[in-house]
């Protein structure tokens, strides 16, 4: 199919600090790309450039057929955006909202209320649709703010990080709303850190570090990638040694909380593996809480490629 999201070679820096190193991706027509990488991998530079709200140093994109530079105002006809912070006006209802976004797209009056009305039902929102948005909650704001960026039905849209400071109850209504967008047609770049809500939405996901696409695939070919799987050690009490003595037993660099009480490592498990490493530890002196050997998962796909778990946040390269 043909990709109605492409780039190619992007490179955008920011001082000294490079965000993004030549990065490619392509999101073919109905499907979601799940961008996946800790802060300041540079996931919201990249929205940025394909939204039209930054320009690239190097390299090219297009999405819906448009250039991002040369057909800048094409493409916003096209796309649909919901970013990181909500973007609607507290001191409006939410109905006032998706009708302000309404008239200024375009719509008349009365089609701008249909619609409005429309997606208050569709985001459950309309018995909140008259009050002022300050007295939404968190999850309802952030259903409001995706509401407002398919006021005109966009066939491409942009979320960047929709769920982040939702309450497992809302992350789970939000992935709902997100797949009945896609399948009513519309195509998805979707950037998170959540591992679970990659595995969960994309059809495809692009692991991106330090501003470079270091892997691409479904979440089935990524997981294949580590060739085995996670363990766990809980240790009673801090102790150096343990990383020496897990050594033998591994397939990887040993990763130490900052703690110094969990340790994690990639492992190819065999039968009796977490006897032996338990007998060991515990020839080292090193007494443990627990030892636990997972199958690999999206994290471990992160782990094994970047050396350092999803988790561990990184300074944001641009706001």
Request: no cysteine; glycine share 10%; hydrophobic share 45%.
């Amino acid at each position: 199919m043909d990709a109605m999201i492409e780039a190619h070679g992007l490179r955008k820096r920011f001082g000294d600090t490079i965000a993004l190193d030549g990065l490619d991706l392509a999101v073919p027509a109905g499907a979601i790309l799940g961008v996946l990488g800790p802060n300041g991998a540079g996931k919201t530079t990249a929205v940025r450039i394909l939204t039209t709200l930054a320009l690239p140093d190097a390299g090219r994109a297009r999405v819906a057929g448009h250039d991002v530079v040369q057909d800048a105002d094409a493409v916003r006809r096209a796309i649909g955006v919901t970013a990181q912070n909500a973007t609607v006006d507290e001191v409006l209802s939410g109905r006032q909202n998706l009708v302000m976004i309404g008239r200024l797209s375009g719509l008349r009056r009365r089609e701008a209320r249909a619609r409005a009305n429309e997606l208050l039902a569709q985001f459950e929102l309309a018995d909140a649709g008259d009050r002022m948005i300050r007295e939404y909650s968190g999850g309802m704001r952030r259903r409001l703010d995706l509401a407002a960026s398919l006021v005109t039905r966009p066939r491409v849209l942009f979320l960047d990080e929709p769920t982040t400071g939702l309450d497992p109850t809302s992350r789970v209504r939000m992935w709902g709303v997100i797949r009945e967008l896609v399948g009513d047609g519309a195509t998805l770049l979707l950037t998170t850190q959540y591992l679970d809500e990659a595995d969960e939405l994309a059809d495809r996901i692009l692991v991106i570090d330090q501003g470079r696409a270091i892997s691409e695939g479904t979440a089935a070919q990524l997981k294949s990638q580590t060739g085995g799987a996670r363990l766990e050690v809980t240790l009673t009490g801090p102790d150096g040694a343990a990383a020496l003595a897990l050594g033998p037993y591994v397939s990887g660099g040993v990763h130490t909380s900052h703690d110094g009480l969990r340790l994690r490592a990639p492992v190819r498990n065999e039968p009796g593996l977490a006897t032996r490493i338990v007998r060991a530890l515990d020839d080292a002196g090193i007494t443990v809480d627990d030892v636990q050997i997972h199958p690999p998962s999206l994290d471990d796909v992160f782990f094994a490629l970047t050396g350092h778990p999803a988790e561990d946040d990184e300074e944001a390269l641009a706001a």
